[in-house]
């Protein structure tokens, strides 16, 4: 471990350490994450593309790199910074570091950094963009202007539908033992589900397949039309990166879907885009949540659960219109956490009640979409 790493904040601010992974420059929105586990997930988490994660947690690497716990087949974020990176990894299931696994990947990381200075500059001014370097040479100061220019240049985040880069392709069914191979081949299940792939993470399949759904997942950009003509008997809008305003053509999908009485249910990413479809506002946060130790607070049974959070952005509770109906809200901020509209079995979540990593204390959220697909089924046939 010879190679120098910096990491130089839109605002000036510099930060030295040891890199790990790939040589070279990156830059993204610096965001920190609170989790104690589950790193793998984060780093391959599609909501995390064009961010560098800080993670708060000062001890990284021990359990190494899996082939069970992927939420995509790559990593997505731009960048990672750590207090301190185990050299050794211990799990039972390793099967590689991550020093390897960010190599493999092309991703730049830098350790042994003050990380709690770092997360105090972020919560008290905001996410910052920034650029981590890393050479095996000695002329890692001479960088600091470059990289200081980089960091200041970066807009992507404020700019560009992320979405598009890490939506599928093309229409394929879901099943748990074909996921890799994305089979056409149906399962048999009792719910037909058609899911709008913004950055999907593979928890929230599994969950949704182990409630009882067969799942077709379709690119972010298909209209409402195409979806129909699948006869689902329930639509999923995923978790993803990005400003969910800048997704025009998916807004206006929704608000058209919505003109059926089709079950509908939206996490993080879907769930802002729901609010939007409806005419409710979205706006940026300070520094967002990303961690899974996030209380939230359900409105009409005052029952508290702690949760599992990525986002940097949050439906505005000034001016919602009177269709929208509030079910949860932060015990950190109050924010909005969840939203049901009245008149329409439609369902949304701003956190991740698949809980990986996290909590499992919002994971019947999928058992509540599930019913109202069963209620919807019932009045269908009864009309027959």
Request: hydrophobic letters at 30%; proline letters at 3%; a positive charge.
């Amino acid at each position: 471990m010879n190679k120098s790493g910096m990491l130089v904040l839109e605002d000036g601010s510099v930060f030295y350490g040891i890199s790990i992974g790939a040589i070279g420059k990156s830059v993204g929105e610096v965001v920190f994450n609170t989790s104690m586990t589950g790193y793998q997930e984060i780093l391959t988490d599609p909501s995390y593309a064009e961010q560098i994660i800080t993670f708060t947690y000062p001890h990284i690497g021990n359990v190494g790199i899996n082939n069970d716990d992927y939420e995509s087949e790559k990593i997505h974020v731009k960048g990672i910074i750590l207090r301190n990176y185990s050299f050794y990894s211990s799990h039972y299931k390793t099967q590689k570091n991550i020093d390897q696994y960010l190599k493999k990947n092309n991703i730049i990381a830098i350790a042994d950094i003050d990380t709690r200075r770092l997360t105090h500059i972020l919560r008290n001014s905001g996410s910052k963009n920034g650029c981590i370097f890393a050479t095996n040479k000695n002329d890692i100061n001479n960088n600091y202007n470059i990289c200081l220019k980089k960091a200041k240049k970066f807009s992507t985040i404020k700019k560009i539908d992320i979405t598009k880069k890490v939506t599928t392709k093309k229409i394929y069914h879901w099943n748990i033992n074909s996921a890799k191979k994305q089979e056409k081949k149906k399962s048999k299940k009792k719910f037909n589900v058609i899911v709008y792939d913004y950055g999907i993470k593979n928890n929230i399949l599994k969950m949704l397949h182990f409630n009882n759904c067969n799942l077709t997942i379709v690119p972010a950009n298909t209209n409402s039309s195409c979806v129909l003509k699948l006869k689902p008997d329930g639509i999923f809008f995923s978790n993803g990166p990005g400003d969910p305003r800048l997704c025009k053509s998916s807004i206006i999908t929704i608000q058209s879907l919505l003109k059926t009485n089709i079950p509908m249910f939206g996490i993080c990413f879907g769930h802002q885009l729901i609010a939007l479809s409806i005419g409710a506002k979205i706006k940026k946060m300070k520094f967002g949540h990303h961690g899974s130790n996030h209380p939230v607070q359900n409105m009409k049974t005052k029952k508290i659960i702690i949760t599992s959070q990525n986002h940097g952005f949050t439906v505005d509770h000034k001016n919602i219109p009177k269709k929208l109906i509030i079910t949860h809200r932060s015990l950190f901020d109050n924010s909005i956490q969840g939203l049901s509209i009245s008149n329409k079995p439609v369902l949304s979540f701003q956190g991740h009640p698949e809980s990986n990593p996290g909590p499992h204390d919002a994971s019947s959220l999928f058992s509540s979409f599930t019913k109202l697909m069963e209620k919807h089924k019932k009045i269908k046939n009864e009309k027959k």
